[in-house]
């Protein structure tokens, strides 16, 4: 019984221990999460007002015959077109390297009718010059004088022109840093009126990157001006405002 007796005891001493040090870890682990608790999530917005560097803009023309024999005298009048649209770009400034001439398509449509005879023909051909600019406003002023071309009886589709912003690299580091910075006055101001003050970040998420036309809700490319925006979701440690 005295050995039996000595076993109990020592047996409780180890449980008290077991029971001691388990406290601690459930203490520190209560202590760790009411830390984490303690923290602001707030997003810091960033916008800035660019203009595209990029415009691609392409002009199509077409001539239209009714035999195959106008075929040869056809070829001739695409190539006056093509080359009178590229005299005017290069008047106003435009380089062989910016303006990219096509090939010229051939096709031949057949119109029949219900016993299959043929009672029309088409025979057609279509050109398309490309041109791509970093002299976006040039592009813009530059569509009204094509568009003459047109007036004087030239069947030529004059695309609108798509705009592109590309160096969104050169400004991605400070618009992150300003969003960081707005996220931290809205955790200021939450931390003011908590009592509370801002510690180190916690976590920190960035969002992406949308440019947008000017006025618009959607990422597309039909205006010069553009907005790049950004929002980055941060979560800040708060600490005690004493």
């Given at each position: ?5 000595y ?16 406290g601690?870890?459930?203490?520190q ?26 415009a ?7 001539i ?77 002023n530059?569509r ?37 910075k ?11 009126n ?5 510690g ?13 036309d ?10 010069i ?12 440690y708060?600490?005690d405002?004493?």
């Amino acid at each position: 019984m005295k050995y039996s007796q000595y076993g109990l005891i020592i047996l409780g001493a180890f449980l008290a221990i077991g029971l001691a040090v388990s406290g601690y870890f459930v203490g520190q682990t209560m202590y760790n999460a009411k830390v984490a608790i303690n923290t602001a999530f707030v997003k810091g917005l960033a916008e800035r007002r660019v203009e595209a560097d990029t415009a691609n803009w392409l002009l199509r023309y077409t001539i239209m015959g009714k035999n195959k024999s106008e075929l040869a005298n056809m070829y001739k009048e695409a190539e006056k077109i093509k080359n009178k649209i590229i005299e005017i770009l290069k008047k106003d400034g435009f380089t062989d390297k910016e303006i990219k001439p096509g090939v010229i398509h051939y096709s031949h449509k057949e119109y029949r009718d219900r016993q299959q005879n043929i009672v029309d023909q088409k025979y057609i051909l279509v050109g398309d010059i490309n041109i791509e600019s970093n002299n976006v406003r040039l592009v813009e002023n530059e569509r009204t004088k094509i568009n003459s071309l047109i007036a004087e009886g030239y069947d030529i589709t004059n695309y609108a022109p798509t705009y592109l912003f590309t160096k969104l690299n050169e400004i991605k580091p400070e618009m992150l840093k300003e969003a960081t910075k707005n996220a931290r006055l809205a955790a200021n101001e939450f931390a003011k009126n908590a009592g509370v003050k801002v510690g180190r970040i916690r976590n920190a998420r960035q969002g992406g990157f949308s440019i947008r036309d000017i006025g618009s809700e959607y990422e597309d490319t039909e205006k010069i001006d553009k907005m790049v925006r950004v929002v980055t979701s941060i979560e800040f440690y708060l600490t005690d405002g004493k």
